[in-house]
């Protein structure tokens, strides 16, 4: 009896491993990130300069996990969740207080046909058409780029909030198209999750267009709350705060020899009190030029904030030159230049390295 059986049981056996070797082919878990550090020294407008050790010098440092499952038909399960950490001092987040996974942490549908859907927290599409379209990308030390979208800036008598509600959309739907002869489309939108309080939302999108050399996008959003819904009361400038809408756009184009960017923005953040809705219009240009095994990267942006009492102007540089070791680690030195009216200067300089893994 036993030997009739032994040939079933092989065969069952051997049908397994095959079905569990398509599964596995079928599905991947990758762990992936980046570390950045940097040694040099900083001092804000107005302030004093503090020299040491610090993190994410050309690029904030993240870890994460993501995933696919090949469904069949063109249909895929993704997800990721990624987040922020600090290498210089051994802390997860941007600062202290930042979630677990603040970059990303999504599962969705992704489709040749259809495109992709995403629920969860989300990079928002404007933030990827503010990086995509300035030579120093998304760094929080040296770009200006950044530094006149995501951070706040005063002179005392007119306060500059920058985009409200941060690079990242917790409780948030994604929709992105198939990119069709270069051009993308991706739409998100936010719930408040409050209850009796439907108006308290984020939406938004971007348009992208590559095609050879050159490069566009239009990016649009609107946010009517915060990281605290409904609560944008502090500093005193923004009580009654209301809405914010802001609108960019971007090209660029590669002649090998160099590559140009050039941005536009509008952010009007409409607060009902003496001093009345904040104005923000800046532009920004920028260039990377190949010098060796690595670039020379500048960038210069202008901008004029105002309210119904006051206004500011803001010029701001950036200069770096990042050297590839390898197609996973770069080295660079940078420095970051930034002054707002009646006001001393502001700059930061640094030598670093950044490591993808």
Request: aromatic share 14%; with cysteine.
């Amino acid at each position: 009896m036993q030997c009739k059986f032994k040939p079933v049981v092989k065969l069952a056996v051997m049908a397994a491993a095959v079905l569990c070797g398509n599964a596995m082919a079928q599905s991947s878990v990758t762990l992936y990130g980046m570390a950045d550090a940097f040694v040099g020294a900083s001092k804000a407008g107005g302030g004093e300069r503090a020299y040491g050790v610090n993190s994410g010098g050309m690029q904030t440092s993240y870890w994460g996990v993501r995933g696919t499952e090949d469904l069949g038909s063109g249909l895929k399960a993704i997800f990721d969740l990624n987040g922020f950490f600090r290498p210089d001092a051994g802390k997860q987040g941007r600062f202290d207080g930042d979630a677990l996974f603040t970059r990303n942490a999504f599962v969705g549908l992704q489709s040749d046909k259809l495109g992709t859907v995403k629920l969860g927290r989300n990079t928002t599409p404007y933030f990827i058409s503010t990086i995509l379209f300035n030579p120093l990308i998304d760094s929080y030390t040296f770009s200006p780029a950044i530094f006149h979208t995501y951070f706040t800036a005063s002179n005392g008598r007119v306060y500059d909030p920058g985009i409200i509600g941060d690079s990242g959309w917790s409780n948030s739907v994604v929709y992105s198209t198939p990119t069709m002869g270069g051009l993308t489309a991706n739409a998100i939108y936010a719930f408040g999750e409050q209850p009796g309080s439907n108006g308290q939302n984020k939406w938004g999108g971007n348009v992208l267009y590559f095609n050879g050399g050159f490069g566009a996008t239009v990016a649009f959003q609107q946010v009517k709350f915060n990281s605290v819904p409904g609560d944008v009361t502090s500093p005193a400038a923004l009580a009654g705060f209301d809405k914010q809408n802001a609108v960019q756009v971007g090209v660029s184009y590669d002649f090998k020899v160099v590559k140009l960017f050039a941005q536009g923005q509008y952010i009007k953040s409409s607060v009902n009190n003496a001093t009345g809705d904040i104005k923000h219009t800046n532009g920004q240009v920028g260039a990377a030029i190949p010098v060796g095994a690595g670039s020379v990267l500048v960038s210069y942006a202008y901008d004029k904030t105002k309210n119904d009492a006051a206004d500011f102007r803001r010029n701001t540089a950036g200069v770096a030159y990042d050297y590839n070791l390898s197609k996973r680690t770069d080295v660079y030195v940078a420095y970051f230049y930034d002054k707002l009216t009646d006001q001393s200067h502001g700059d930061s300089f640094g030598v670093g390295m950044r490591h993808r893994f």
